[in-house]
């Protein structure tokens, strides 16, 4: 266990990225939600409060549930990212250098050493960047509560709107598994070109297209990426597009059902899911070729 | 049981249509320096690797007991190596990669390591990439040295290094580390270098051992005549394994003669590792 922890540790070491970028994201929307407290013509929540549809409670909550379930995609959308370029280039980066020869040449094994990889990118990343946006979460709520009368501050939907959070992440880490796994094994197999690798699907399914007109692998993969809001989530809350969507669609929304942000979980849903399962398998066998690339490659 | 560090028998290796290694027999016993010696190419680094379990090979390999290829964590417990001065992540601090080192090597002493270093040259939070190639020899050799292995590999460590680093590394490596306990393996082409603190030389050339022995033996085995001009036809007539030219006389060099036999025809000499290198891997070519 000390000895897979320290493999946990060399990675951070290696990728500070992948701590730093919560941080700055976290930096940015605070100084952001700064100035909106702060600045006369930032903050203009009025709206909701003159309109008379909705009772004043029901209408601090739904503005609350808004401004709390739109700060989790700033934060994991470029983790998201951060994530599948640190797996893509993971095992590759210690081949180029000839580092493998210094890490080989201690007793850890390769299963060890590919699955601590595994274990940064799909569990450590994910858990800095929800410590981030935890963080982010409590200080909007108290820089803008603290501006506008106790509007935002409702610590019972900031900690629903974090286990949604969580929920979230751990539903779309385990969901696309095969991509990240994917991503793994290109690490460990392309000696260069890895981006060009990396998107062989693309180019076997536009392959297919110009062959036979369409693509199964295409309809798979898109299949694959849609299922996951429908079959992880329950759709609570759509924002119509347009300047200020907030009047109009508060007369539409259920504020009950939207601001419940538990009910918008389904984790049975989720766990019965035999893509799911399916996933997860395709992924291990990504991490078994992982695996055994990092062993049996004689390139160094 | 036996006791050696090594053993192989029937060591294969190929790369494509190349016989890396082409059927090695051999075998390393505790408290020895070898020196494994050959060209460029000619499978010294193939042969480490196999031995570090870093590649697949034929035929039959033990490292400290057991197969490296199918258990190398197991067998890095009790042996570490230096591939080259270049290998030590780049990205790393020195104080990390202590750090690093400590928690994943049971047989690692980070006082040792510590005492080893030194930190007025090579400050703990330095990066390794901003360390010049000596330095990080020192760094590498120091982490290595703080290991209690049984088994010390050494793939050219010097290479690249000036004079002065290279007798440091090999002065530190034989009062600070060896002992009888410990066996150490060095790959090089500069055999000069290192022939002084070998106990036993391996040549190899084309993924084949010319030769395996002890230094003592070769001293036993191999003696150099400079032979006198008007006994040259006499002396060649036992069969030198070589012949050479210094400063206009020959010098020949004899496999299996007696010394006395010998002296009849001129001065006689142990000869030096590197010559017998030449004349091996020379007569091997031809």
Redesign the interface.
């Known amino acids: 266990m000390?000895?897979f922890?320290?493999?946990l540790?060399?990675e951070l070491?290696?990728h500070p990225v992948l701590y730093l970028s919560p941080i700055v994201i976290g930096a940015i929307v605070l100084v952001w939600a700064l100035w909106l407290a702060t600045s006369p013509d930032g903050l203009e929540l009025a709206f909701v409060i003159e309109d008379d549809d909705i009772g004043f409670a029901d209408r601090t909550r739904l503005v609350t549930t808004i401004v709390l379930v739109l700060l989790a995609p700033l934060f994991m959308l470029p983790t998201v990212a951060v994530i599948a370029s640190y797996l893509l280039n993971c095992l590759g980066t210690?081949r180029r250098?000839?580092?493998?020869?210094?890490?080989?040449?201690?007793?850890?094994?390769d299963v060890?050493t590919v699955l601590a990889k595994l274990t940064t990118a799909l569990l450590l990343a994910p858990i800095l960047a929800l410590a981030g946006l935890l963080i982010t979460e409590l200080g909007v709520t108290v820089v803008v509560g603290a501006s506008s009368a106790g509007m935002l501050w409702d610590p019972s939907q900031l900690l629903a709107a974090w286990a949604l959070a969580a929920y979230t992440v751990i539903a779309f880490m385990l969901w696309h598994a095969p991509t990240w796994c994917f991503l793994l094994a290109v690490s460990a197999w392309a000696r260069r070109a890895t981006l060009l690798w990396a998107c062989s699907p693309l180019l076997v399914i536009l392959v297919e297209r110009s062959l036979t007109g369409r693509s199964s692998l295409g309809r798979l993969l898109s299949a694959h990426w849609q299922g996951f809001w429908s079959t992880a989530l329950e759709h609570r809350l759509s924002i119509p597009l347009g300047q200020n969507p907030f009047p109009e669609m508060l007369g539409e929304v259920d504020v009950a059902s939207t601001t419940n942000l538990w009910s918008w979980m389904d984790p049975v849903g989720l766990l019965t899911s035999p893509t799911l399962w399916a996933g997860l398998a395709v992924a291990v066998g990504f991490t078994a070729a992982a695996v055994a690339l990092r062993r049996?490659r004689?390139d160094? | 049981m036996s006791s050696a560090v090594i053993t192989a028998s029937g060591l294969s290796k190929r790369y494509g249509p190349v016989r890396a290694l082409d059927g090695i027999d051999l075998s390393v016993e505790p408290g020895r320096i070898v020196g494994l010696i050959g060209r460029n190419g000619a499978g010294k680094t193939t042969a480490l690797k196999a031995m570090l379990g870093l590649t697949s090979f034929e035929g039959r390999l033990e490292v400290l007991g057991v197969d490296p290829f199918r258990r190398r964590h197991e067998v890095m417990k009790r042996a570490c190596f230096i591939a080259d001065v270049a290998v030590l992540p780049r990205w790393m601090k020195v104080g990390q990669l202590i750090e690093y080192v400590a928690a994943s090597h049971p047989g690692f002493n980070r006082d040792k390591a510590m005492a080893l270093l030194d930190t007025k040259i090579i400050g703990l939070r330095s990066r390794i990439k901003t360390l010049s190639k000596g330095m990080v020899t020192q760094l590498h050799l120091a982490v290595i040295m703080a290991i209690d292995a049984a088994l010390l590999v050494l793939d050219e460590p010097t290479l690249g290094l000036d004079l002065l680093y290279r007798k440091q590394f090999y002065d530190a490596l034989l009062n600070d580390y060896f002992d009888e306990s410990r066996t150490i393996v060095i790959s090089t082409h500069q055999v000069e270098e290192i022939e002084h603190i070998l106990t036993d030389v391996l040549f190899i050339d084309n993924g084949r051992l010319l030769l395996s022995s002890s230094v003592e033996a070769l001293g036993e085995r191999y003696l150099e005549v400079l032979v006198a001009k008007h006994r040259e036809v006499e002396a060649r007539a036992l069969g030198p394994v070589a012949e050479r030219e210094s400063f206009g006389q020959k010098l020949m060099l004899f496999e299996g003669r007696s010394r006395p036999e010998l002296a009849a025809f001129g001065e006689t000499r142990v000869p030096r590792i590197a010559d017998l290198f030449v004349a091996k891997v020379a007569g091997g070519a031809r």
Not at chain 1, 97 to 109: G, V
């Open positions: 000390k000895a922890l320290a493999q540790r060399r070491w290696e210690e250098d000839r580092s493998i020869l210094f890490f080989k040449s201690l007793p850890i094994s060890t049996y004689d160094s």
